[in-house]
């Protein structure tokens, strides 16, 4: 299946401890007592295992330390559990993977990248055909929505068991439960010490492990209530006298301040394009009763903040994305002189009726009056 296979000694130890649902569990982890690791990854998400899947490949000891009690947990509820595993959209090709925004080319010259740009490296070095490539391997059925997003037909949990199973085939031990609470730089041979606490039988049991590499992947902060994630990156961070920058959300809807007409329009989807910071989105928003969510939103999002000279780049939702500007305006004139005409056709009879009832009215009356003796009688 086209994968790197690990050592035999690795790979046994690896299925040996491993549960039948593929995770280690806290009796195996134990009798593992492993207090030393070459590497040590912070985080069993999607980036996490896939660091480990990599270093495990290059023959290097890999754990992975995830606190909640299964794998990916964020993985499992993503794409509306189906897992939106990548994309491959142009717009986003030339954003993330090209180091200029007229490049359409995945693999750029290295020294084309700029020095501070490191998610383009990254997805130079590894772009989403490379792990459309790892998917089919695993004979994941997919298809593609829009904007080049690319969904399981079945369940996002086929994504956790592919990273799973690679990271077991590459000897990597994976330990669950496994809540770390600090880093620390070591003056051993081992550069880092890491301190972690899991579930004992009557009590929490800290325990640390050694490590020459962490790799932290222990997710933001957006999934905080249901994937539990917490800032311990930028806790460690901090603590390594590393530089953070100014945190913002993303992925996330847009309170809309100082303009009440859209609570009006509450419950209203539609299609539009959501442009900002030069990038463009067609799909889908709702309305609600604080401001603006929906697909093209929660895109559009990840780019707020990203003006020039300090300031907020403008969100522009255009309502009407089929449609050119002179086109939209020439619609809206005709819209507007149908529903007057409308508007007049029914005053009309209106106006007619009430000249009749006032004139009429009394005349009917009697005769009413004198039918309904008359059917009494």
Known sequence: RGRVPPPKAAAGAAAGAAGSDGFLTRRAAAQ???SSAGVVVL???????????????????????????????????SGGGRCNFTNISDALDRAYHSSTPSSSSRAPPKEAATPGNFFQ????????EKFIALVESHGIKYHEKKLGQLFC???????????????????????????????????????????????????????????????VASGGLSFARTCGATDLAHVLAKDLGLEVTGVRPGLVPLVVVGMEWTRSLTGVSMEVRASIGGMSFVERILFTHKGVSGPAVLQASSFWGRGGA?????????????????????????????????????????LAWGRSWRSGFPDALRRASGATRFARG
């Open 32 to 34: 593992a007592g492993e």
């Open 43 to 77: 985080g069993g998400g999607a980036a996490g295992l896939l660091a480990a899947m990599t270093a495990g490949r290059r023959g290097r000891p890999v754990t992975v330390l995830e606190k909640n009690r299964e794998l990916g947990k964020k993985i499992r509820i």
């Open 121 to 128: 490296k990254a997805f130079q070095k590894y772009p989403p």
């Open 153 to 215: 037909n079945r369940s996002a949990h086929s994504i956790v068991d592919m990273l799973q199973e690679e990271c077991l085939a590459a000897g990597v031990r994976l330990v669950t439960e496994s809540e770390v609470t600090s880093v620390r730089p070591s003056s051993g041979a081992e550069r880092f010490c890491v301190r972690y606490r899991r579930p004992g039988a009557e009590a929490p049991v800290e325990e640390e492990m050694g490590a020459e590499a962490v790799v």
């Open 310 to 350: 300090g300031e907020e780049a403008p969100l522009v939702l255009d309502l009407l994305p089929a449609l050119t500007e002179e086109a939209a305006c020439a619609w809206l004139t005709r819209r507007a002189e149908a529903e007057r005409a409308a508007s007049r056709r029914k005053r009309r009879p209106m």
